[in-house]
Nanobody, 122 residues
Framework: QVQLVESGGGLVQAGGSLRLSCAASGRTFSSYAMGWFRQAPGNEREFVASISRSSGLTYYADSVKGRFTISRDNAKNTVYLQMNSLKPEDTAVYFC???????????????WGQGTQVTVSS
């Protein structure tokens, strides 16, 4: 069992930055690929970024490529999402997720956090 708790969301102006964190419980964090997803009101949950267990592989949605960076610190059981040049269309609830096998761009993850709200004002 893995429990995930996101933090770092908030209100920011367009062009600003935020860093999301996701702290995982348990001693097997390094066994899981991690992902970030987001969901805006009325929309389906969509893929944002994912990272492999050893950080060797990262994947990004085209909409965030070049602006967002996913990273992880296995010693701290934490995965991060650095978000720069934020746009109003980035407004959503952001979720982190853990997957026992390799990273995926789909929602086929094993564990999910409760989400953190990110609001970007224009």
């Amino acid at each position: 069992q893995v429990q995930l708790v996101e933090s770092g969301g908030g209100l920011v102006q367009a062009g600003g930055s935020l860093r999301l964190s996701c702290a995982a419980s348990g001693r097997t964090f390094s066994s899981y690929a991690m992902g970030w997803f987001r969901q805006a009101p009325g929309n389906e949950r969509e893929f944002v970024a994912s990272i492999s267990r050893s950080s060797g592989l990262t994947y990004y949605a085209d909409s965030v490529k070049g602006r967002f960076t996913i990273s992880r610190d296995n010693a701290k059981n934490t995965v991060y999402l650095q978000m720069n040049s934020l746009k109003p269309e980035d407004t959503a609830v952001y979720f982190c997720a853990a997957r026992l096998y390799g990273p995926s761009t789909m929602t086929n993850y094993d564990y999910w956090g409760q989400g953190t709200q990110v609001t970007v004002s224009s």
